[in-house]
């Protein structure tokens, strides 16, 4: 799997991001990644992973599920982390249905992503009033999402906002997550649910133009007294306590993508100072260019080996794995932005020229310490986890 996603990676996505690196700040989202890099991601067998065998998707080996995904979403983002964004976005979501779905409601939607290489799903939970108080869990009435679901006949009105939605501007499929009970606080009072695109009442009111990962449409959605039926509910009440079999493979993918985005800093480096000359030298005969270099494998192969054991941990359900996922995708976050800022820098002037094309991987590098949970954020979590009885309160009321 690694052989033929890195063939396409070399052979399709780079290629073609060398070649339109205008594409990327086109305003008009539609047209920013043509229709066939998605078909060549489905003519490898990647775009349905995490879709059980028995609705046509590719099953992956349970005990080893999370390491594969960390393996293929490092391969895809070294050719372009926002394509990896999109993809496994289908692979978090489709996890989060086989587990949580009706089965009418997974075989409808499992058949439509299988049969369409354009069908993409999103996970909606952050809003305008926030999403770390979320990631805490900051468990309290005045904490809970604003966005709400109200039972009625026969289903749910919805009414709310979310916003920073990967897929969100694209997907044919929402899971969005609305306050179901008010004033029990949100890990008791928060419900799932399937919002399908043409659902009467869902607006996708906007696309966000980020800094980078660009060829993933991030989006913002408004809700409107929309009615989802009773079926489409997936989890009353616990909603966020069920998605942890989202968040885990989530947080090792998301490390997983910033670390293939620091091996192709890594690559091109090399290339750059193996046969770039100043001072009568190729740039790495430079000590302090070789130096950098070290650091930036050091780097790379720190943060591989952290994702790996996270993603192990994951594998084997380990009493620790939650705490090692916060700490991959941290870390990650942290050490692959200092290998992509040694990476332009060792560029010099070209490391900022758009059309040069080594700025575009200092830009991706720059999205990873907010997605999936603030750094901070997450190292509360880590040492809430490390040491539940003591650990502070990291919010509350302003005394
Ligand atoms: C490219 C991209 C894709 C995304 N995709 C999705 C998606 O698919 N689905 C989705 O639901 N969300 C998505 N998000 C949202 C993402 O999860 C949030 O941006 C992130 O969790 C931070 O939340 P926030 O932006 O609301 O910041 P806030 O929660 O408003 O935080 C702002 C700052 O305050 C700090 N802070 C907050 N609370 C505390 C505290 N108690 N103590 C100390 N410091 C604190 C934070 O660390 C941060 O520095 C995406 C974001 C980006 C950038």
């Known amino acids: 799997m690694r052989a033929s996603c890195a063939k396409f990676v070399d052979n399709v996505v780079l290629p073609y991001i060398k070649q339109n690196w205008q594409l990327e700040w086109s305003m008009k989202p539609e047209g920013r990644l043509p229709d066939e890099i998605l078909v060549g991601a489905d003519q490898i067998g990647i775009r349905t992973l995490g879709v059980p065998a028995e609705f046509g998707g ?100 919805i009414n709310g906002r979310k916003q920073f939605i990967s897929n969100g501007y694209d997907a044919g499929l929402y899971v969005v997550y609305a306050t179901s009970q008010p004033g029990v606080g949100m890990t008791k009072g928060t419900s799932s649910f399937l919002v399908p695109r043409d ?27 929309m009615f989802v039926p009773d079926d489409h509910l997936l989890v009353e009440g616990t909603a966020l306590a069920k998605a942890g079999v989202y968040f885990r493979p989530g947080k090792i993918i998301q490390a997983a993508k910033n670390l293939g985005v ?96 080594v700025e575009k991987l200092f830009r991706d590098a720059a999205i990873f310490p907010h997605m999936d949970g603030t750094v901070d954020i997450s190292k509360f979590k880590i040492v809430k986890a490390l040491y539940p009885a003591t650990a502070g309160k990291y919010a509350g009321r302003e005394e």
Not at 112 to 117: A, F, M, Q, S
Not at 271 to 282: A, E, K, L, M, S
Not at 287 to 305: C, D, H, P, Y
Not at 338 to 343: E, F, M, R, S
Request: hydrophobic share 45%; glycine share 8%; with cysteine.
């Open 262 to 357: 620091g091996v192709r800093c890594l690559e091109v480096t090399s290339d750059y100072v193996n046969t770039y000359v100043q001072g009568g030298r190729i740039l790495i005969k430079h000590q302090a260019v070789a130096l950098r270099i070290a650091e930036m494998a050091t780097k790379i192969e720190a943060v591989r080996a952290l994702v790996e054991r996270a993603a192990q941990a994951v594998d084997d359900n380990a009493a620790d794995a939650d705490a090692l996922c916060n700490m991959a995708k941290y870390y990650a976050s942290e050490e692959i932005l200092k290998v992509a800022t040694h990476a332009v820098e060792l560029h010099g002037g070209n490391g900022m020229m758009l059309d040069f094309g």
């Open 58 to 157: 590719i099953e992956l080996d349970k005990g080893s599920e999370v390491k594969t995904f960390a393996l293929i979403s490092e391969e895809i983002a070294r050719g372009d982390s926002g394509l990896a964004d999109k993809l496994v976005q289908n692979w978090k979501v489709s996890v989060l249905l086989r587990n949580l779905a009706p089965k009418h409601l997974a075989e409808k939607w499992f058949k439509r992503l299988v049969e369409d290489p354009q069908f993409l799903l999103a996970h909606c939970l952050t809003e305008p009033s926030g999403a770390s108080d979320r990631w805490l869990p900051y468990d309290v009435p005045e904490a809970a999402m604003r966005t709400k679901a109200v039972r009625t006949k026969g289903g749910w009105i």
């Open 199 to 225: 659902t009467e009442g869902l607006t996708v009111a906007r696309c966000n133009e980020t800094l980078g990962c660009r060829f993933m449409n991030n989006g913002e959605l408004v809700f409107e007294d």
